[in-house]
Structure formats: C-alpha cells, structure tokens
C-alpha cells in the first residue's frame, strides 16, 4: 500500500523554524515526483514547492520564497522540509504528496498520494 505520512509540525513563535517530515511506504522516492503543500482555515490549498523525481526542485509560493530548505534521507525514504523565519501567516496544516508524473505541478490535482497533513501554528 502506498502511502506518505507527514510530521514535525507544532506550535512555533515567529522567527523560528520548522522542519516537517514526509515519510514514503510502499514505493521508493526515487519514482515519485513529491510536492509540499499547505492549508490555512479557511483557503484553498496551496502548493509551495516540488522535489522533481529526477532530482531538483523548484518553489512556487513568494510568500516563502528564500525561506525553504529540502533534505533527503534516502536510507529512511524520508524527504525534509524545513521553513526558516515563520510568520504567523504561515499557519496551516502542511501537506506532501506524490505523483509518478515528473514533472513539478502546484495543482492538487496533479498528485495521486496524500499523506494526513502536520499542523503547523505560528504564534507568539
């Protein structure tokens, strides 16, 4: 069974830094385009940026921009992403998700596999 499992989320003051775990069963990074993805209440949600399957990536959200670091562990078939200088507006539940497609999409649309989702809040 296929399967992506989000964590790392949590309440974190603004400034800080968050490094959101997305774990793959079932199938090997190495075949699946993988894109991050968030939800705030009440907004549709958002694509931030794509890990191309082909190795690479690309951001598609300004709003964080400048702000994002992706990690790989592959002995763990774990991808990271890690958010530096949050902002309050930078709430929301945060989303992985595959495709076997190689090219990059901020569509949801676009993905086959989502994992739960982390929460993520940004406040002081």
């Known amino acids: 069974q296929l399967q992506l499992v989000e964590s790392g989320g949590g309440w974190v003051q603004p400034g800080g830094s968050v490094r959101l775990t997305c774990t793959a069963s079932g199938f090997t990074l190495d075949d699946y385009t993988i894109g991050w993805f968030r939800q705030a209440p009440g907004k549709e949600r958002e694509g931030l940026t794509c890990v191309f399957s082909i190795g690479g990536f690309t951001t598609y959200a300004d709003s964080v921009k400048g702000r994002l670091t992706i990690s790989r562990d592959n002995g763990k078939n774990t991808y990271y992403l890690e958010i530096d200088s949050l902002k309050p507006e930078d709430t929301a539940v945060y989303y992985c998700?595959?495709?076997?497609?190689?090219?990059?999409?901020?569509?949801?649309?676009?993905?086959?596999?989502w994992g739960q989702g982390t929460q993520v809040t940004v406040s002081s």
């Open positions: 998700a595959g495709t076997r497609r190689t090219a990059c999409s901020r569509s949801v649309n676009e993905y086959d596999y």
